[in-house]
Every structure is written in structure tokens, then in C-alpha cells.
């Protein structure tokens, strides 16, 4: 078996076979109709040649999840901008975009391609977030600025991933975004609580008018406050967004 751009070609009972992509199958001077058909249907079409004679053409759907369209849509709520990229060709891209609820997607992405266009996205200003599961995202995971694997994808996807996903569901990309939001504004209340009881005892002190039994306790206050506020986090709840 060989390869040649996006074709495979071997020899079967004496026969030369090839299947390929359709972008491949256009580049032989072939025209594909029927699969341009079976592109807008969301299928992903694979062109089938036998001794230079097309045969037809194989449409292969990988049917969305059924939490896939609510999980891009609290993506959304969260002030997220969703961009699929995929190799499949744009008639077919578009329509599982459209299903999942994506606005902006870019089709026939080769695998080497995903890395370019995150880093594309970052060089436009943007600050972005990949999610993938296969060997050819590994790159593209390592560009992003912050990466999720899921936990059923390749070994060298969760190694180039910053955060690896316990359950196969775009919706813990959307948890795990609205948790760490959740936990830097306890961060940020924290340092509210360290601070106030100085800016407030400090002067009291330079006049002389701070009993230090009074301040020891303030600053005992401070402690106490921080730590209760930390453990508020125990009560954040998935899908609060």
C-alpha cells in the first residue's frame, strides 16, 4: 500500500485500487457530483478508483454527541468563541457545524495545518483554548495556550494537553473554564480579605489609637476569612454558568 497526497493506492486480486479524499479525486481531473451531494449531508466521502475507473464513493458519519451542541452554546455564554477545525472538505464541515451550533470553521485542514492555524489565531491577538483527542492534534495542543485531551484519546494527546478530561463531553472543556473562573475571583476576594484589615488597622496604629489585642484579632479575622471564603468553592456546581 502507498500513499499519494490524500490517496491510498494497493493492488487487490490484480487490480490497482485507490481511495483518497474528493479534494484528491478533483485533482485527477475527476468531477464528484454525487459526492458533493453526500458532503452536504455531513457525511465524509471517500472516493474508491479501480484500475483508473471510479467505482463510487463511500459516505462514513460520525454521528455528533448529543451534548456536543450544549456544550458549545455554554462555550458561548462564557464569552468563548468557537472555531472547529477539521480535514473534512467545507460541504461536510458546514453541516456538522451546523448542527453543533459553530459559527466560524475552517475544512481540509491537514493534521500538520492545526498547529499553523492556532498559531494563526494567536498571532491575530486571541487567546486560544484547544480541544482534541488524536495523534495530529498533539501539535496543535502543545501551540494552544491552554490545552485540553480528552481521557479516551492517544497517549501523546493528554501528554501535549495542559488538562486531561475525565469524561468524553465537550462540556467539561465549558467546567473546567467556568471552575477556574470561579476560582480566580475567590482569589481575587481573598486578597480583598488579606489586605482590608491592614489598610484599615495601619493608621489606626500610627495614631495609637490600635489596642494590640485588638489587632492580633484582626489579623485573626483575616485568616478566618480567607480560608472560609476558599472553602465556598466546595458548593460550585457544574452547568452554573
Do not use: C
Amino acid at each position: 500500500m502507498t500513499t499519494a497526497g490524500r490517496g491510498l493506492a494497493g493492488e487487490v486480486d490484480g487490480r490497482r485500487v485507490q481511495i483518497g479524499s474528493v479534494t484528491w479525486m478533483k485533482q485527477q481531473g475527476r468531477s464528484a457530483p454525487e459526492a458533493d451531494a453526500l458532503a452536504q449531508a455531513g457525511r465524509s466521502v471517500v472516493a474508491v478508483v479501480a484500475d483508473d475507473v471510479l467505482l463510487g464513493f463511500v459516505g462514513i458519519a460520525d454521528p455528533l454527541r448529543a451534548s456536543s451542541r450544549a456544550a458549545v452554546a455554554r462555550l458561548n455564554r462564557l464569552g468563548i468563541e468557537v472555531v472547529m477545525l477539521t480535514g473534512d472538505n467545507a460541504g461536510t464541515a458546514r453541516a456538522v457545524a451546523t448542527e453543533a451550533g459553530i459559527t466560524h470553521f475552517e475544512a481540509e485542514v491537514l493534521p500538520g495545518d492545526k498547529a499553523a492555524a492556532v498559531n494563526k489565531l494567536k498571532g491575530a491577538g486571541h487567546l486560544v483554548g484547544m480541544a482534541g483527542d488524536g495523534i495530529n492534534d498533539a501539535p496543535a495542543l502543545a501551540a494552544a495556550d491552554v490545552s485540553f485531551a480528552m481521557a479516551a484519546g492517544s497517549d501523546v494527546a493528554m501528554q501535549a494537553a495542559d488538562i486531561t478530561l475525565m469524561r468524553d463531553d465537550l462540556g467539561g472543556v465549558a467546567d473546567a473554564i467556568s471552575l477556574s473562573r470561579a476560582t480566580l475571583a475567590k482569589i481575587r476576594q481573598n486578597l480583598f480579605f488579606a489586605f482590608i484589615y491592614n489598610v484599615l488597622g495601619i493608621p489606626l496604629a500610627a495614631l495609637g489609637m490600635l489596642n494590640p489585642v485588638i489587632a492580633g484579632a484582626a489579623m485573626a479575622m483575616s485568616s478566618v476569612s480567607v480560608v472560609s471564603n476558599s472553602l465556598l468553592l466546595r458548593n460550585w456546581q457544574p452547568n452554573k454558568d
